[in-house]
DNA sequence: TTATTTGTTCTGCATAGTAGAACAAATCCG
DNA sequence: CGGATTTGTTCTACTATGCAGAACAAATAA
C-alpha cells in the first residue's frame, strides 16, 4: 500500500456517501448521492471500483440485499463502511485539518 | 484530463503547503511543512512529482531563486501558487464541505 | 418472448502517488 | 586546490487510483 493509509480523492468521497446514506447504501446510490452534493459527474464503473479497492483494504463490507418488487429491481449489493474505514475517513479529516488549521480567514471554512 | 478539475489527494496538501509557506516555498520546506504538520511522512521524490505535475496544469509557478550563502545552500527552485491553484484548491475544498455538511454531529469539522 | 428497466461486472487505459538513487552545486576545511 | 559534506533537484521505475463505457445479468411489463 503506497501511502500510510491516507485515502485517495475519490475514495474519501466515496466513503462520506456511504455515511451519508447509511444502511442499504448502493452502487447506484453512491453515484447519485455524490452527483447530487457536489453535481460532480461520475461514471458507474468509476464508483464501483473505487467500493471495490475500498472493500479489499477493509474500510467496506458489501453483501446482496433482497431484489424489491419495482420493475427491473433487481438484487442489489449493499455496501456498508465499516470500522477500519470510519478510522481512515477520520485520518484524512485531520490531515486536512491539520493542514488547513490558521488558514481560515483566507481560506473559510474546512 | 480524468475528472473535472477536482485534485488528487496529495495535490491537494502539496497545494495547501504552498499557501501555508507562502513566497519562497520550495520543495525541500514543502515537505517539511506537510511532515510537521500531518506527521506524514513523504518522500523527496514524490513532492517533486506532484509539484511538477501542478505546475503543468497551470496551478503553480515555479522560478529559480538565488542561492543563499549557507553551507551547500545552491539556488532554489521556488514555487508559488497562482489563481487556478487557488480555484482548483476552493472547489474541492467545496466538494469536501458539501459532502460532509450536515455530519458534523457525528464527525466532527471537515 | 421481447422490450424495458435497474443494477453490476468487465475491459482497457489515463492519471496520480511513491521511493530512492543519481546528479548538481554550493561551502568547508585540511 | 580538491575531497568531504550539505542542500537541493532530477531521473527512473513502478504501483495504485481514477475513469468511462460496453457488456452482462436479472427482474418486470406488456
Do not use: C
Not at 32 to 48: D, H, K, L
Not at 58 to 84: E, L
Amino acid at each position: 500500500m503506497p501511502r500510510g493509509d491516507l485515502l485517495g480523492s475519490l475514495e474519501y468521497i466515496v466513503l462520506l456517501a456511504l455515511v451519508r446514506l447509511g444502511p442499504g447504501a448502493y452502487g447506484m446510490t453512491v453515484r447519485r448521492q455524490i452527483e447530487a452534493r457536489t453535481g460532480r459527474n461520475i461514471s458507474i464503473g468509476a464508483v464501483y471500483s473505487t467500493l471495490e479497492r475500498l472493500e479489499a483494504k477493509g474500510y467496506v463490507t458489501s453483501s446482496t440485499g433482497a431484489p424489491t418488487a419495482a420493475r427491473g429491481g433487481r438484487a442489489k449489493r449493499i455496501f456498508q463502511i465499516d470500522a477500519a474505514g470510519e478510522r481512515a475517513l477520520r485520518t484524512s479529516q485531520e490531515a486536512i485539518r491539520k493542514m488547513t488549521h490558521g488558514l481560515k480567514r483566507r481560506w473559510g471554512t474546512v
